[in-house]
């Protein structure tokens, strides 16, 4: 799956997704210098993220796009990259 990076989830259209939920990575394999917020449908991600310099950066983005959401901290299972997901 090829990564579409997107300004800001704004620019997103998630009207057809059952379940949209953002994860949030701090320094990902991927991006190492980065963190980056991937949108989710359900369990299943999509090509769609945002990346930033920081966490924090993202949180603002994803609170404004998404203010009904909440963020739930990583399970202990979580990938060491993960920060968070939006719900």
Not at 8 to 14: N, W
Not at 34 to 41: E, G, H, I, P, T
Not at 46 to 74: C, G
Request: hydrophobic share 35%.
């Amino acid at each position: 799956m090829k990564t579409k990076e997107v300004r800001s989830f704004a620019e997103v259209d998630t009207s057809g997704l059952r379940q949209p939920i953002i994860c949030v990575f701090r320094h990902p394999i991927d991006y190492p210098d980065k963190c980056v917020a991937r949108l989710f449908d359900g369990t299943k991600p999509t090509n769609t993220v945002i990346i930033r310099d920081t966490v924090d950066e993202i949180r603002e983005d994803i609170a404004k796009r998404f203010p009904d959401k909440l963020p739930f901290a990583r399970c202990k299972e979580d990938h060491k990259s993960v920060v968070e997901s939006w719900i």
